[in-house]
């Protein structure tokens, strides 16, 4: 039993979790670009036209994959912050405070290329659609912990504070989306639903997996490097990042 | 526990009164704003009474979240709310007793005031007392969820940019269902389904921000 629990917290350890990421992230990074080369290929070139749409649906490739993971983030980094701050793991702090930026960059990409697809198919860049402006809140919610955590110096302040803030917010998106929702059926202020899409040829299934996967692959790699450019922020002080800025020297 | 509540609620309320000027600021901020919008989108009545119920509930949140940058401040630079946590006191009494006298001192006002705002931007009676009522259920929840903010932006050089940024999509659930009261009420149906779904949200501020608000005091102050 003991020795499972040894094996689980291992690369909660910054030293050892520096060595992984930094093993695994180029595999990372061959992954997301063969899984996008593969996806945008089948996406813009195999999958039918849209009998609709023209091919302007095909952004549905980049949109839908980036709107998943900016909401799947969101809920790793509170759940990451959460675990930082209450088993004081620094190696959980760091990884939420990586993943920040990148879902924040997601839920742009789904708002920008949300608005790209809403031009040729609604004819209007932006409606206050109920799923539309929970996906900019959410922006906001990024942002503020962004905000938030680089403005307070001292580490481990600014970690806790986020970490509350990011429970704060995992809390109020379900409570934000049902009341936009509602929202949206009071003001009667978009008519075109979203969620009446019709049925999906199976090549662009394939494409938006693959899309998909190559995101995570992408998300995963840029965290890990972003992951460990803080590690060694974080822990210059100690011996194992000495040695290793002693042997970059050399080399 | 309850005399803890009343002795910091109304120690928060005479150290206002002893600085009034700067108790009444919120609200004044409330009217100049409120001010601006016939001037912005023209006097035209029929458009005003339109977004009447919206700029009045956008500008109390504004208010709100403008006055909440002093909720902490002066204990914290007196050192008086080190020693409140020190105190061995429970913090998150504190922290409600202090949410509480915040709503007092700007909430309320804002509520009495609304309804002459919603007058001059031409709200017949009927939507003033929803108005009035939906402001009377909701800044209470704009307090406590603010008051979270401010523990967490406490001490912070840009505290006051940041509580609005943090506090503003927390709170849009007040707002939709503040301004949506009104709506409804307009609309010839009942604001019932609004007035308990502000209701909600305040039982359920009232019971997780106070705790949310002590653990990042607890935070900030470390």
Known sequence: MSAERIHWFTFAAPSRFYALAGAVAPWLWVAAAALAAAGLYIGFFVAPTDAQQGDAYRIIFIHVPAAWMSMVIYMAMAGWAAVGWMLNARMASMLA????????????????????????????????????????????????????????????????????????????????????RWWNTLHQGATISMTAAPKMASTMLTAMLLMTFAFWAYAFAVVFVRARAIVLERESHADWVRALAHKEQIA | MSDLFIAVYARDLRLAMRRRIEAMLPIVFFIVAASLFPLGVGPEPQMLQQIAPGVVWVCALLATMLSLTSLYASDYADGSLEQMLLSGESAVIVAAAKAAAHWTLTGLPLVVCAPLFGLLLGMDSASLAVLTLSLLLGTPTLSLLGSVGAALTLGLRSAGMLIVLLVLPLSIPALIFGTGAVVAVEGGQSAMAHYSILGALLILTALTAPPATAAALRISLE
């Open chain 1, 97 to 180: 405070r990586a993943l920040a930026p990148t879902g924040a960059i997601f839920t742009f990409i789904a708002l920008w290329t949300g608005a790209f697809w809403g031009k040729p198919a609604w004819g209007t860049w932006w409606v206050w659609d109920a799923r539309l402006t929970s996906e900019l809140i959410l922006l906001f919610l990024y942002l503020g912990y962004i905000a938030l955590t680089e403005a307070i110096d001292d580490v481990r302040r600014a970690d806790k504070a986020g970490a509350l803030l990011a429970i704060v917010g995992a809390v109020n998106v379900p409570i934000i989306y049902f009341s936009v």
